[in-house]
């Protein structure tokens, strides 16, 4: 069988080298890849080409992949797909898995969103208002709400761009949040903050026919108990949720296959890769969080780890419209990620610039993100620095392995320890 080759985008995130370790695992590809930093544990599985290249500047990441000539490319990062990249391919005949600029509006503007849910099923959308303009009214629509309240920025943007204020207390917080996002961006949205369990599926799409996977819950919260700074994910568990039945289940994928079909009438092209929702489960209520179109960061690591195929089996399926057609894709045992950040991450940078030692950690559940390299030395940037994960029979015994393994990495770093046993 001839080799394909293969191009990977995307950050320097546990994702990314845990897609590279799939890719090294079978002879068939040749793995280039084209980070926006260096992940020297990524280029270790490289057995193409490897660049480092700054991902805003779309131009020289299409015109690399046209020296390079690879029979596809994955796109991992979210703001890649945002710019374009997808219809640039399309133009010169390469496929991409991932989505037209058009159809990555559905994460690309959380209004876009509420506003396609307002018309196909509002029921599925909190109480919301979009703001375009900094006033009183802002403050004003925040102190309808009694308990909490969620500010959005509308776009892409770099870091957290949800936060979650309790009121009264963080009012005034809250307000000066909204006029600087604002400010910066030129929209936001209030919402009505909506208690229940958080959950998600990621659904991979061929265009036509999706793949669901198990349901998975994602630690975005910085601390213990789900709280603190919003991040884009401390870690993620697979397990059987109590509350997530199967008629719930059937409701989230059907959610998913109505915005497939909207996405789909939003482009010239079928929408192929990943759609990750995110929902609200409040007994046998839903309401829908927000839907991404890229390969999430943790729970990518998770999936990738419970395959019974190797990924590029998905890949290919997904290329040729026959996504259908796989069986037994995912083992039903438990899966635990955690991440390490700095030591007071996103609050100061008082840590970033030292040492990081995790050379004790078993290799096998070690998911390699964004560190800096010195000497030889990995040294902690402001920013999640690796990931642990492994896959067990019990959450007690899933947990004792991820956290064992934790425990052996030295350096002034946080890390969750409530993961597998916060709302589980």
């Known amino acids: 069988m001839a080799v394909r080759h293969v191009v990977l985008i995307g950050g320097a995130t546990g994702r990314e080298h845990a897609i590279a370790k799939h890719f090294a695992r079978t002879k068939k590809y040749r793995l280039s890849v084209i980070l926006w930093a260096e992940n020297l544990f990524v280029r270790d599985l490289c057995n193409g080409e490897y660049h480092v290249i700054d991902l805003n500047d779309i131009d020289r990441v299409f015109n690399k992949i046209m020296e390079i000539l690879p029979d596809y490319v994955i796109v991992g990062q979210g703001e890649v797909i945002q710019r374009g990249l ?29 506003d396609l849910l307002s018309q196909k099923a509002p029921d599925l959308n909190p109480k919301y208002k979009d703001f375009f303009k900094y006033s009183d009214k802002i403050k004003n629509y925040i102190q309808t709400f009694d308990d909490k309240v969620v500010i959005k920025c509308d776009g892409v943007i770099a870091g957290p761009r949800v936060r979650i204020y309790e009121l009264p207390e963080q009012l005034e917080e809250a307000v000066r949040n909204a006029e600087r996002w604002i400010k910066d961006y030129g929209h936001i949205i209030v919402e009505e903050y909506i208690k229940g369990h958080e959950i998600a599926i990621m659904s991979f799409s061929d265009g036509v026919h999706l793949l669901h996977t198990p349901p998975f819950k994602n630690h975005k919260r910085i601390n213990n108990g789900n709280v603190g700074e919003n991040t884009s994910g401390m870690g993620t568990i697979i397990c059987d949720f109590s509350y997530m039945t199967e008629e719930i289940i059937k409701k989230l994928h059907a959610i998913t296959e109505m915005i497939l079909e909207e996405c789909n009438k939003s482009t010239d092209d079928l929408f192929i890769g990943s759609l990750y929702g995110e929902f609200l489960v409040c007994g046998n209520d839903i309401k829908v969080i927000e839907y991404n179109c890229r390969f999430g960061n943790p729970s990518s690591i998770n999936m990738l780890a419970i395959m019974n195929v190797n990924f590029s089996e998905i890949c290919e399926h997904i290329l040729e419209g026959t996504i259908d057609k796989l069986n037994n894709v995912w083992s039903n045992r438990v899966c635990i990620s955690a991440y390490i950040v700095p030591e007071k991450y996103m609050l100061d940078k008082e840590y970033v610039g030292t040492d990081l030692d995790f050379s004790r950690v078993d290799s096998e559940l070690l998911y390699v993100g964004n560190v800096a390299y010195r000497d030889g030395r990995c040294i902690l940037k402001n920013s999640r620095a690796l990931a642990v994960c492994a896959v067990g029979d019990t959450i007690n015994e899933t947990r004792e392995k991820v956290y064992s393994e934790l425990q052996k990495i030295e350096g002034k770093i946080h890390y969750r320890t409530d993961i597998g046993l916060w709302e589980c």
Do not use: H, Q, W
Request: glycine share 6%; with cysteine; proline share 3%.
């Open 86 to 114: 997808k219809n640039m391919l399309n133009r010169v005949g390469i496929k991409c898995i991932a989505p037209t600029k058009e159809a990555a509006k559905i994460e690309g503007s959380k209004t876009y969103l509420r």
